[in-house]
């Protein structure tokens, strides 16, 4: 056999497990995602609710009967898996209480074509601080479970928490990061100011992040007034340079024409 032969079945055989690596990455048969209501933010202690609505039930021919289930983060959840046939009527509905919700069949055998699943519950503390990306919780997280013991991720929801003063830390941050990137200047001070303000944030210490942050945007400010100060200072003294300049072409040409009359 010679090497090209060779080398084309090599190439081949590596595509061909591509393929097959690829199609195993992809959640065959996996029921969608119609409609969703959930929450991008919520202050920690306060009571949210997330709707996720599932289509498509059937995308599998052979699989006509699975189970959902799901997870929360949030503390007092309750869920509510509400199951609809094509006419849009209900077909039944099942509640439970907990951090995870109980499996739940849907079955082609009676007329299901829809899933709503509902969870209510209380925003969990954060356990750690972090301005960049911002701390995050687990909204809500649904499977969808088949027989012989396989499940799919049919999706997982999260989204951001907050305390009042958590939150003012960070909106003087947002606040001092945003007059930084915008000033034409050296703002190394501001800058260091501004990372101090963020490791108290991140440590919890939301006076202190408050207070650094307002110093560090008051520095770039006073950093981009400086920078124009300079500017302005420079457009001066070249406006001085080019009026030195006409003033000697005047006085140089006066000098030239008195030449010329004491010739004639």
Request: glycine residues 8%; negative net charge; proline residues 3%.
């Amino acid at each position: 056999m010679s090497s090209s032969r060779c080398s084309e079945r090599v190439v081949l055989v590596a595509l061909a497990l591509l393929v097959v690596a690829s199609a195993a990455a992809v959640p065959v048969g996996a029921a969608a995602v119609g409609s969703e209501n959930v929450p991008d933010d919520a202050q920690v202690g306060s009571q949210v609710t997330a709707t996720v609505t599932l289509t498509e039930l059937y995308r599998e021919p052979q699989l006509e009967e699975w189970q959902v289930t799901g997870r929360t983060a949030m503390t007092n959840a309750t869920w509510t898996v509400v199951l609809y046939d094509q006419t849009g009527s209900k077909v039944s509905q099942t509640s439970n209480d907990g951090a995870t919700l109980n499996a739940t069949t849907v079955s082609t055998a009676d007329g299901t074509a829809e899933v709503e699943v509902r969870v209510t519950g209380t925003v969990p503390p954060v356990r750690s601080y972090s301005y960049d990306p911002a701390q995050e919780f687990r909204v809500v997280t649904l499977t969808q479970g088949r027989p012989g013991g396989s499940s799919t991720s049919l999706g997982e929801w999260r989204a951001t928490h907050y305390t009042s003063e958590s939150r003012e830390a960070r909106d003087a941050l947002d606040a001092a990061r945003e007059t930084i990137a915008a000033t034409d200047a050296d703002t190394a001070d501001a800058q260091s100011t501004f990372d101090r303000a963020v490791d108290a944030y991140e440590g919890g210490n939301f006076d202190n992040a408050v207070g650094l942050a307002g110093d560090a945007e008051s520095q770039a400010n006073a950093a981009a007034q400086s920078s124009r100060t300079v500017e302005l200072a420079l457009y001066g003294a070249g406006a001085l340079v080019l009026l030195g300049v006409v003033a000697g072409a005047v006085i140089w040409y006066r000098n030239r024409g008195d030449s010329y009359d004491k010739l004639g």
